[in-house]
């Protein structure tokens, strides 16, 4: 459990990093006795900072850091469900679900994984669908993170050729990829590059389906 002077130390840590930082990523679950309002308090210190946040948490932290209104979220279509108490089940209700949350919370992109079925982005006039090739998985553990790492890579990709948040294709063709490489690799949250690049040509996206 975590004491009160170390989630200090590690939030003045992170804060010194923010500032020339790209994207502050956010993902996984708090440690055990850390606030529930620590990882909105990283996204108040980027929006500081003008730093873009992806945040990639469902729980108590992540639900309470929604309010302080997150650049991208990353969450599957159960999670979606739980957060606006709608239907899931079909791509049209998963869109009307996901522009509730950007609606609601001031968020650019909603990026929904939905495991072997692929993932599908929704930004407020865009929407994207990228479809998974049919692979034989060795180890899936770890293949959220690395979506999530891929997305990131994607965003910092695109944004810097263009507009910021003008592309969710390539953050999603590039986080589907990695996912799906980790899914290849006996290790959690690893894959092999050369796994990596063969999946981004073999990954297709359907615009605005």
């Given at each position: 459990?975590?004491?009160?002077?170390?989630?200090?130390?590690?939030?003045?840590?992170?804060?010194?990093?923010?500032?020339?930082?790209?994207?502050?990523?956010?993902?996984?679950?708090?440690?055990?006795?850390?606030?529930?309002?620590?990882?909105?308090?990283?996204?108040?210190?980027?929006?500081?900072?003008?730093?873009?946040?992806?945040?990639?948490?469902?729980?108590?932290?992540?639900?309470?850091?929604?309010?302080?209104?997150?650049?991208?979220?990353?969450?599957?279509?159960?999670?979606?469900?739980?957060?606006?108490?709608?239907?899931?089940?079909?791509?049209?209700?998963?869109?009307?679900?996901?522009?509730?949350?950007?609606?609601?919370?001031?968020?650019?992109?909603?990026?929904?994984?939905?495991?072997?079925?692929?993932?599908?982005?929704?930004?407020?006039?865009?929407?994207?669908?990228?479809?998974?090739?049919?692979?034989?998985?060795?180890?899936?553990?770890?293949?959220?993170?690395?979506?999530?790492?891929?997305?990131?890579a994607g965003f910092i990709d695109a944004n810097e050729a263009s507009e910021p948040f003008s592309n969710i294709e390539t953050a999603g063709i590039?986080?589907?990829?990695?996912?799906?490489?980790?899914?290849?690799?006996?290790?959690?949250?690893?894959?092999?590059?050369?796994?990596?690049?063969?999946?981004?040509?073999?990954?297709?996206?359907?615009?605005?389906?």
């Amino acid at each position: 459990k975590v004491t009160s002077a170390e989630s200090a130390e590690f939030f003045n840590h992170v804060e010194r990093l923010i500032g020339p930082s790209r994207l502050l990523v956010i993902s996984g679950t708090a440690v055990e006795g850390e606030a529930d309002e620590r990882y909105a308090d990283f996204i108040d210190c980027a929006h500081r900072c003008q730093t873009p946040v992806l945040l990639d948490s469902y729980r108590v932290h992540g639900k309470r850091a929604l309010l302080s209104s997150p650049d991208i979220l990353k969450i599957n279509a159960d999670e979606l469900a739980d957060l606006t108490g709608r239907k899931t089940g079909t791509f049209d209700e998963r869109k009307v679900a996901a522009l509730h949350l950007i609606d609601t919370y001031g968020l650019h992109w909603v990026i929904i994984t939905l495991g072997a079925s692929g993932a599908e982005g929704f930004a407020a006039s865009q929407s994207v669908r990228v479809e998974l090739p049919s692979i034989q998985i060795v180890n899936s553990i770890g293949a959220g993170d690395s979506f999530t790492a891929g997305v990131a890579a994607g965003f910092i990709d695109a944004n810097e050729a263009s507009e910021p948040f003008s592309n969710i294709e390539t953050a999603g063709i590039m986080g589907a990829a990695a996912g799906t490489a980790n899914c290849l690799d006996i290790k959690p949250g690893r894959f092999d590059y050369s796994t990596y690049r063969e999946f981004l040509d073999r990954i297709g996206t359907i615009d605005n389906p």
